[in-house]
């Protein structure tokens, strides 16, 4: 390798290096605010330990003296003095890195960071590099020296060494690891987590198209006459890739998706790679714009599958760097070689994949690889890193608030950030809310002092409109509502809870519990009828009718159980609620001399409470009839037929999130 070949390679290296930013970039962008942190020191951890793990391990089992065809027999961190030897190591060093990064936006945002790092290791020190001898290794004559090579597989740049080989492992591992909380719901349906910065994910893709081409020139090894059809082939496939993606997504959902534009370009990329040296242009192009479909497909089959890939990882590196080799043989050296091709892709799924997915399975088993529930709520910056965020600072003060009701705490605030700006508004409206809130709170009490007991007392137990109906004079109060819905809440083995705990740790449960709940009731302007024990009950549509009662009452139960687990979090118990929820005609009305109480009756009330009783707990349960109300707004999901105490069969279902909101209404707009 003449001088000027080593000067180019050395660029070439440093374009690669340059990759590991353009996935820091992708990863960061791409996943949630309270995990970008992670992924980013995950980045720069995993290049630094597979770049040591293959100078100590890799490389020599990876271009060492062929061992029968199987390994490099090179030992132990390989001391090189000749400048040839060294160039060649730390070009090889930067495509070991790249395969291990490949593994980190699949398992964002829910597996350790030592997991992960066991995970680099695996990778960089053995899958990749005996993998990478099989298919690379040559002899002191420059033959081919691994078996695969040696029977005519044939992988110019690595779409199959470096891509599918670090997909594969990605799919081991996300299938092991599990999705993400709250990625697939009960029903089926995939749901997609909004990134915290998708232009900088698009950065992080520029950097990794730049990247490519010191990827696929700097195989050549030096600068030849083939250098100019490998840039110019990466571009094409690249660039078929993005428009591939664009066209195929714009053609499925009717808009053009980004999340498919940049892994469509990345997919063209990954396939042209293999072939980069041979291909004409017309056949890059079609080798990318067939990688654009694989993407999406790709995608669409592992959500079949309830599989969780953040980024698209196995899409973009495993499936399109398998097609990369095949499209060798299809386009480049003809179809004399697809079998050595097909053997090839099929030894690196059961090296790769299988191989990984085994010993991966067998580490979960004995380290889990998996952060906590906790720490995946709270975000791996946080739970893992303590690597605290203005966005966060902001969080924490505001639950404060909302924990303890007290107004005089403030946010951090900084005219230097956006966050910090945002501070600055946010308090000068918490102090003027507090000023009123004071004003409110005096006048309150002068206007208290001035109202009779008679009043003050009809008011605090009966809903306003009820009362003034008896102020104005009214002895019987009794109202027939057509249609209202009715909704019971049970906290689920409290009463156990409560023989552990003294009297007063159970009233002031409750007292949080229910406290929140009337906050939520407030909002939508929804009554409150009564508590008993552990069991809550307000209804919706009474005493004033209102057209959209049922769905209000149901996004009010979303919000409760919401509640509920928030109040767990804050406490460290984990408590879950029994919901059930049914509408139909009512009749409601006051009874009692003594202590007035306003009440509902009807066969609607009872059904409501035998539904609650057969609830699921920590669900949302729900007759046919609140379906057939509110179904298009919600996500629904049916339970099946259960027999109801007093009542008999009825097919329940459950609640699983909201597909639009309802009006919400403050209190004065509910006493309207």
Not at 442 to 470: C, D, F, I, T, Y
Not at 638 to 649: A, F, K, M, N, W
């Amino acid at each position: 390798m003449s001088t000027s070949d080593q000067i180019w390679v050395l660029v070439c290296c440093a374009l690669v290096f340059l990759m590991q930013v353009g996935f820091m970039c992708v990863e960061a962008g791409i996943t949630r605010t309270k995990n970008n942190i992670s992924v980013a020191l995950k980045n720069i951890a995993d290049f630094s330990l597979s770049f040591l793990l293959f100078w100590i391990v890799g490389y020599g089992l990876m271009f060492g003296a062929s061992g029968w065809g199987l390994l490099g027999l090179g030992g132990l961190a390989p001391v090189a003095t000749e400048p040839e030897a060294l160039v060649h190591f730390l070009f090889q060093a930067v495509f070991a890195g790249t395969a291990a990064t490949i593994i980190s936006g699949a398992v964002a945002e829910r597996c350790s960071f030592h997991g992960y790092l066991i995970l680099t290791a695996l990778t960089a020190g053995f899958i990749y590099p005996v993998f990478g001898h099989w298919a690379w290794a040559t002899d002191a004559q420059g033959e081919a020296a691994g078996w695969l090579a040696a029977l005519g597989f044939r992988d110019f740049a690595g779409s199959g060494v470096v891509h599918a080989v670090g997909g594969s492992v990605a799919l081991a591992a996300v299938i092991i690891i599990g999705p993400r909380d709250g990625r697939f719901l009960e029903t089926g349906s995939a749901r997609r987590f909004n990134g915290s910065d998708l232009p900088m994910t698009m950065l992080g893709v520029f950097l990794l198209w730049l990247g490519w081409f010191g990827f696929n020139s700097g195989s050549a090894l030096g600068f030849d006459e083939r250098v100019p059809t490998i840039l110019f082939n990466t571009f094409a496939g690249g660039s078929a890739g993005v428009l591939g993606g664009i066209a195929l997504s714009w053609y499925v959902t009717g808009r053009p998706n980004v999340f498919f534009a940049m892994n469509g370009g990345l997919g063209g990329l990954v396939a042209v790679t293999a072939g980069c040296d041979v291909l004409s242009p017309s056949q890059a192009i079609l080798t990318g714009a067939v990688a654009s479909a694989l993407v999406l497909a790709g995608d669409r089959l592992l959500e079949r599958f309830r599989i969780d890939d953040v980024v698209g990882a196995v899409p973009v590196h495993m499936f399109c760097g398998l097609w990369g080799l095949v499209a060798v043989s299809i386009f480049g050296t003809g179809l004399a070689t697809l079998p050595s091709q097909l053997i090839g892709a099929a030894v690196l799924l059961l090296w790769a994949f299988a191989g990984s997915f085994a010993v991966i399975w067998l580490l979960d088993r004995l380290m889990p690889l998996r952060v906590s529930h906790h720490v995946e709520t709270i975000g791996l910056n946080i739970g893992e890193h303590n690597a605290n965020t203005d966005l966060n600072e902001l969080f924490e003060v505001m639950q404060r608030q909302a924990r303890d009701r007290d107004l005089s705490i403030r946010v951090p605030q900084s005219p230097f950030t956006e966050i910090g700006q945002i501070g600055i508004f946010y308090n000068s409206v918490m102090y003027e809310l507090e000023r009123s809130f004071k004003r409110m709170e005096q006048q309150s009490n002068a206007l208290q002092g001035a109202l009779g007991q008679h009043q003050a007392l009809l008011q605090s137990v009966l809903p306003k409109s009820v009362a003034e109906r008896m102020n104005d004079g009214e002895t019987q109060i009794v109202d027939q509502f057509a249609d209202a819905t009715v909704v019971f809440i049970d906290l689920v083995d409290f009463t156990i809870l409560s023989a552990q705990q003294t009297p007063q740790e159970s009233v002031n449960l409750l007292k949080t519990l229910f406290g929140e709940y009337d906050k939520v009731i407030e909002r939508f302007g929804l009554e409150k009828i009564k508590t008993i024990g552990d069991c809550y009950m307000f209804v919706s549509g009474v005493p004033t009718p209102t057209p959209d009662h049922c769905a209000a009452a149901v996004e009010a139960a979303i919000e409760i159980e919401f509640a509920t687990r928030q109040v767990s979090q804050t406490i460290g118990r984990n408590f879950k609620v029994r919901i059930g929820i049914h509408s139909g005609p009512l009749i409601a009305g006051v009874v009692g001399d003594l202590r007035f109480v306003y009440d509902l009756w009807g066969s609607t009330v009872n059904t409501a409470s035998r539904i609650e009783e057969a609830a699921v707990p920590g669900k949302i349960t729900v007759s046919e009839a609140v379906i057939d109300r509110v179904g298009p707004d919600f996500v629904y999901q049916r339970q099946g037929r259960v027999r109801l105490r007093s009542i008999g069969p009825m097919i329940l279902y459950s609640i699983e999130g909201r597909r639009k909101s309802v009006r919400r209404q403050d209190a004065s707009e509910a006493e309207v």
